[in-house]
């Protein structure tokens, strides 16, 4: 069974950065895309950026462009999103999504900015 865990989250001030990680097991991963969402309590879940293994491509949301940084190590079995000067409206739950033949979704790490 595929499983997903993120790490990584926590607590900085405005202009800080984190550095997410997702460690995937239970599958093969080559053919997946892969990708961070986030959702703030009351909202709806929204695509960060994403990436393909094979494909050598690339998203990101207009709202992250130039900030944050989506990479992979098929080796690891691992994607992570390195988000720098981070802004209060960051703050949010980041989860981690492996997309096949069907969705895989990590549980979850908590990322909180405050200016």
């Known amino acids: 069974q595929v499983q997903l865990v993120e790490s990584g989250g926590g607590s900085v001030q405005a202009g800080g950065s984190l550095r997410l990680s997702c460690a995937a097991s239970?599958?093969?991963?080559?053919?997946?895309?892969m990708g961070w969402f986030r959702q703030a309590a009351g909202k709806e879940r929204v695509l960060v950026a994403a990436?393909?293994?094979?494909?050598?491509?690339?998203y990101y949301a207009d709202a992250v462009k130039g900030r944050f940084t989506i990479s992979g190590d098929n080796a690891k079995n691992a994607i992570y999103l390195q988000m720098n000067n981070l802004r209060p409206e960051d703050t949010t739950v980041y989860f981690c999504?492996?997309?096949?033949?069907?969705?895989?979704w990590g549980q979850g790490t908590q990322v909180t900015v405050s200016s």
């Open positions: 999504q492996a997309r096949g033949t069907r969705d895989y």
């Open positions: 990436m393909s293994w094979s494909g050598n491509s690339s």
């Open positions: 239970g599958g093969t991963f080559t053919s997946y895309a």
